[in-house]
């Protein structure tokens, strides 16, 4: 599958679960992903503005499709409770047929 029907990911990671909810219903209502899986309780570590540090945060992986996603990418960036959110993307290939299609028929 390619073009804009391809399906399509984005990972980020949350302070908690209600902030993670509260953007993916947003993006849902809005047509701009088909799911959103919350991961809760994950611990991060990373280096930022120079300091290691950690904290724990709930990851949230999105499913979509790459007519969505820049603009899916752009309203998370837009919703997203950090002020430099880890947002990272990408297109997938390969998929059981059912989730592609679902995933191809997104706003439809």
């Given at each position: 599958m390619?073009?804009?029907?391809t399906?399509a990911?984005?990972w980020?990671p949350?302070?908690?679960?209600?902030?993670?909810?509260?953007?993916?219903d947003t993006?849902l209502d809005?047509?701009?992903?088909?799911?959103?899986n919350?991961?809760?309780?994950?611990?991060s570590?990373?280096?930022?503005?120079?300091?290691?540090?950690s904290?724990?945060?709930?990851?949230?992986?999105?499913?979509?499709?790459?007519?969505?996603?820049?603009r899916?990418?752009?309203?998370l960036?837009?919703?997203?409770?950090?002020?430099?959110?880890?947002i990272?993307?990408w297109?997938?290939?390969?998929?059981a047929?059912?989730?592609?299609?679902?995933?191809?028929g997104?706003?439809?």
């Open positions: 390619t073009g804009a029907r399906p990911l984005i980020c949350f302070p908690d679960a209600d902030a993670a909810l509260a953007v993916i993006l809005e047509a701009l992903i088909a799911c959103g919350v991961l809760p309780g994950m611990q570590r990373f280096v930022w503005n120079g300091q290691k540090d904290a724990t945060e709930t990851g949230a992986l999105l499913k979509t499709n790459a007519a969505r996603l820049a899916a990418v752009s309203r960036s837009e919703l997203h409770p950090y002020e430099e959110p880890a990272v993307a297109h997938c290939e390969t998929g047929p059912g989730t592609l299609a679902w995933l191809a997104i706003g439809d």
